[in-house]
C-alpha cells in the first residue's frame, strides 16, 4: 500500500517500449535528432499552436529554476504562494538559477493564491525605489501543493492582472495532467490561451521515467536561446535527448497522459471516500487530483502503518496519500478492508 508519493509509481510499460525504439543505432545529439522533431510535432498538436519552443529536462527542479532564472533577474523577485514547490520544496533551486532572485510568498486557501494577496502584491512593486525588490514574474502551480486545481478562468484572470502590471507568467505543472482531468481544460486552455508565458509539463509524476518539458510561447520564445545557455552552463543540456523526447512521445500518445491521470484521481477519490467512512477522519484538502491531505485517528494509522501502508504526514497535523496511475484496486480494497 503506497501512498508515498508520485514519484514512487513505476514508469509506464509504454514509456519503456518507446525507450528501446528510440534505441536504434545513432542518432544527432543535443535535441537535432529525429525523435526530438517528432515531439516538436506532436506538442503542436497537444498545445493546440507553433507558437512556441521547448526544451526538456530530468526533474521539476530543474525545470522551475531554469525557466524562472529567464524571466527574473538577480535583482528582482517571483510571486508564488508560501506553500509552493518552489519555495519550500527545491534548497534555494529558483534563487540559485536566477543568480539570487528572491520570492516573494503570498497567501491563500488551499495552496491557491488568494485574489487579494496577488492584487496587494502587484500594486507594491515599485521599479523606482531602490531598496525594494519588484516582482518580474508570477508562478503558479497547477495541481498546487495542496492538491487542489486553479480553473483555466482563474489562471487567466491572474495571468492578466500580472501581465497589466509587466510580470511574465511561469506555470508549474509537475501534476498539470492531474489538473486538466478534474477542470476539464485543455493543456491550451490551461497555458498560452490563459496567458501563461513558460510552462513547466511534468511527465515524471504521470508516468515517465524522468521526463519534464519547459515551454515557452510567444514572445516568451525570445528566452529560448538564453535557456539553452542557462541548460548548459548549469548542467541541463541532456546529450542524448532522444530518450526524454521518446518517453515524451509514449504519454503524448493517444493521450495517455491523461488517461494515467485520470486513474490516478479516481484512486485518490477512492481512497479518501474510504477513510472518510470513518467519521473522525476529516479531509484538508479538496480532492481534487491524485492526493489526499486528510486527519486520520492514530488508532487508524496504526492499523494502515502495521498493514504496511506508506504514506507522509503533513506539517499541519494531517497526512498525506498519494495516489498513480499505478495505484491497484486492490490497494483501496486492502485499505477499505482496514478502515471498517
Ligand atoms: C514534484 C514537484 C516538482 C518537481 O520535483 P522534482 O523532484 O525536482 O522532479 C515541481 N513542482 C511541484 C509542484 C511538484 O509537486
Not at 490563459?194 to 509539463?201: I, K
Request: net charge negative; with cysteine; aromatic share 6%.
Amino acid at each position: 500500500m503506497d501512498f508515498s508519493s508520485d514519484t514512487a509509481a513505476p514508469a509506464h510499460p509504454s514509456v519503456l517500449e518507446a525507450l528501446a525504439k528510440a534505441n536504434e543505432g545513432p542518432a544527432a545529439s543535443y535535441g537535432n535528432d529525429a525523435v526530438t522533431a517528432e515531439l516538436r510535432g506532436v506538442l503542436e498538436n497537444v498545445l493546440e499552436t507553433e507558437d512556441f519552443d521547448f526544451w526538456l529536462c530530468a526533474s521539476g527542479t530543474a525545470s522551475n529554476a531554469l525557466a524562472l532564472s529567464c524571466f527574473c533577474p538577480p535583482t528582482g523577485a517571483v510571486l508564488c504562494h508560501a506553500g509552493a514547490h518552489i519555495a519550500v520544496d527545491e534548497r534555494g533551486a529558483p534563487e540559485f538559477f536566477s543568480g539570487g532572485g528572491k520570492l516573494q510568498l503570498l497567501g491563500g486557501p488551499q495552496g491557491q493564491i488568494s485574489e487579494d494577496a496577488l492584487r496587494d502584491a502587484l500594486a507594491r512593486i515599485n521599479h523606482d525605489f531602490v531598496h525594494e525588490t519588484p516582482a518580474h514574474v508570477l508562478s503558479l502551480t497547477n495541481l498546487t501543493e495542496n492538491g487542489t486545481a486553479y480553473p483555466a478562468e482563474t489562471v487567466r484572470h491572474y495571468a492578466a492582472l500580472a501581465h497589466e502590471t509587466g510580470l511574465d507568467v511561469h506555470l508549474d505543472g509537475a501534476r498539470l495532467a492531474n489538473a486538466l482531468v478534474h477542470t476539464g481544460a485543455t493543456p491550451a486552455q490551461m497555458s498560452w490561451k490563459a496567458g501563461v508565458d513558460v510552462l513547466c509539463l511534468g511527465l515524471t509524476k504521470t508516468g515517465a521515467i524522468g521526463c519534464e518539458i519547459i515551454i515557452l510561447f510567444g514572445g516568451a520564445r525570445k528566452k529560448f536561446a538564453e535557456l539553452k545557455a542557462r541548460a548548459k552552463r548549469s548542467g541541463h543540456m541532456p546529450p542524448k535527448m532522444r530518450f526524454l523526447a521518446a518517453q515524451a512521445l509514449a504519454m503524448f500518445e493517444d493521450g495517455l497522459w491523461l488517461d494515467l491521470a485520470a486513474t490516478a484521481n479516481q484512486r485518490a477519490r477512492q481512497v479518501a471516500d474510504v477513510l472518510c467512512r470513518k467519521p473522525s477522519t476529516e479531509l484538508t484538502q479538496p480532492v481534487h487530483g491524485n492526493e489526499v491531505f486528510v486527519r486520520l485517528d492514530d488508532d487508524l494509522v496504526r492499523r494502515m502503518r502495521d498493514a504496511g501502508a506508506t504514506f507522509y504526514p503533513w506539517p499541519d497535523g494531517s497526512y498525506r496519500l498519494v495516489t498513480s496511475w499505478n495505484t491497484p484496486q486492490d490497494t483501496i480494497d486492502a485499505l477499505s478492508g482496514l478502515v471498517d
